[in-house]
């Protein structure tokens, strides 16, 4: 009997073959790469990919079509027949691999890789690849690069043409990080292979290869902005206009949030965009939403997601629990402003996914009356959070409390405990 496991697909041999290939063509495949092309019906790829193994191609060529989605479908339209799909390196690395392996089954595909720009470049460098941060910046925003400008790090970003060292150089200097070391690495492995080492702040490198990667080797000037990698940054990285989670209560939050990988967040209320942000940073497949019924402040919070490095916040501007409609079911929630509201903490309990958590901190005593009556009717956790921070009296010191927060914390019943309950 066939096994129909993994999308359904009944088919055992391969009729799609990804082919990486590099700037050197050819001269850069093996044998059984050379031949599947020579013998291929036809063979997709992008006008470089096809121009780069075009003396082995002898069936029809089909390039990249604007939007992708469209050579896809031509792809699976083929379904059956022997299909060659060129790419740039290894195809499964940022690459066309992954983007295809979304729609066909890995049984009716095999991969033929080629060394990746990551891997040339750390070759090229001497550097152990393992310790390296890669991020690739190709058609994705530049402010991706923020989280990883840490001192003496070591950074690997694909770009996405002649200009992209130019405007990394210009976002190091701009952040304090103008004497960090920027290797230009252009068309490696081809002909016109180059490799340049320059001083951020005095980046002046002219005709640039479309296809490069630069490899950064992070110095820190004093005031440079280096985001710490704990929870609870320093306010003052951060705009707002003082609404915003301290961040001693921000670092509590975010604990309490307990962010598992790749989870959705919905920050209700979100102020400055501080919670949703952190929330984003603990891992690079962490996603949020922040909810913000004031434009400027839903403004700021844009502001704030680029210079923190996490340009993929959804901002949804509009007043809860109105704005709730239609988003994604949210793995965490938090209720920092507006809570208060009228059908806002009903409507984002019912949100919540089974097994999800939410949490609501309180500084006024109208939002404290909903999460008591809240906590007294499902339960869950409270805590009362009192900071004091020693400031000048006079010529001496003393301490002076901030507002108390109180702290409600209550994770849905699961699927599995609903089940058990109705039984």
């Known amino acids: ?31 059984e790469a050379k031949r599947l092309i020579e013998t291929a019906p036809v063979v997709f790829g992008g006008s470089r ?25 031509a792809i699976l339209a083929r379904r059956g027949d022997a299909v060659v799909v060129l790419a740039s390196g290894d195809p499964f690395l940022f690459g066309v691999g992954a983007t295809l392996a ?114 950064v080797e992070v110095v820190a000037d004093a005031d440079a902005r280096v985001l710490p990698l704990a929870s609870g940054l320093d306010d003052r990285l951060f705009e707002h206009d003082g609404q915003i989670t301290k961040r001693e209560v921000r670092a509590l939050t975010v604990s309490t949030l307990a962010p598992r990988k790749g989870e959705l967040l919905w920050d209700i209320g979100a102020g400055s965009g501080s919670i949703a942000i952190e929330w984003m940073l603990r891992d690079t497949a962490m996603r949020a939403i922040a909810i913000e019924a004031s ?40 209720i920092g402003g507006g809570g208060s509201e009228l059908g806002v903490m009903d409507a984002a309990i019912a949100s919540l996914r089974p097994g999800g958590r939410l949490v609501a901190n309180a500084v006024t005593v109208e939002m404290e009356a909903v999460i008591l009556a809240h906590h007294a009717r499902l339960g869950g956790s409270l805590i009362r959070i009192d900071i004091a921070r020693a400031l000048p009296v006079g010529s001496m010191t003393g301490w002076r409390p901030a507002m108390p927060v109180t702290q409600w914390c209550w994770i849905k019943a699961g699927l599995d405990q609903v089940q058990e309950d109705r039984s």
């Open 102 to 215: 979304r729609r066909i089954d890995k049984r009716e595909m095999r991969t033929i890789p080629a060394p990746s720009a990551f891997s040339l470049a750390a070759s090229r460098l001497g550097w152990a690849l393992q310790e390296v941060a890669t991020i690739s910046l190709h058609g994705r925003p530049l402010d991706l690069i923020r989280p990883h400008l840490q001192p003496g790090t070591r950074v690997l970003a694909l770009t996405s043409d002649e200009d992209g060292a130019k405007a990394i150089a210009g976002l190091l200097t701009e952040n304090g990080f103008g004497q960090s070391q920027l290797t230009v690495l252009e068309a490696l492995g081809g002909a016109q292979e180059r490799v340049s080492r320059h001083v951020a702040a005095g980046f002046a490198l002219e005709k640039i290869h479309s296809l490069n990667i630069c490899a």
């Open 295 to 334: 434009p400027e402040r839903a403004a700021r919070i844009g502001r704030n997601a680029a210079r923190f490095g996490v340009p993929g916040l959804a901002i949804v501007e509009g007043q809860a629990p109105d704005a709730l409609r239609g988003l994604l079911q949210p793995d965490a929630i938090f």
């Open 1 to 31: 009997m066939a096994d129909l496991s993994n999308n359904g697909s009944a088919m055992a041999t391969p009729w799609l073959t990804i082919i990486g290939i590099g700037e050197d063509g050819v001269a850069g495949l093996g044998d």
């Open 49 to 73: 990919h096809i121009e780069l193994a075009a003396p082995l191609i002898s069936g029809e060529r089909q390039v990249w079509q604007s939007p992708f989605e469209k050579s896809v479908e």
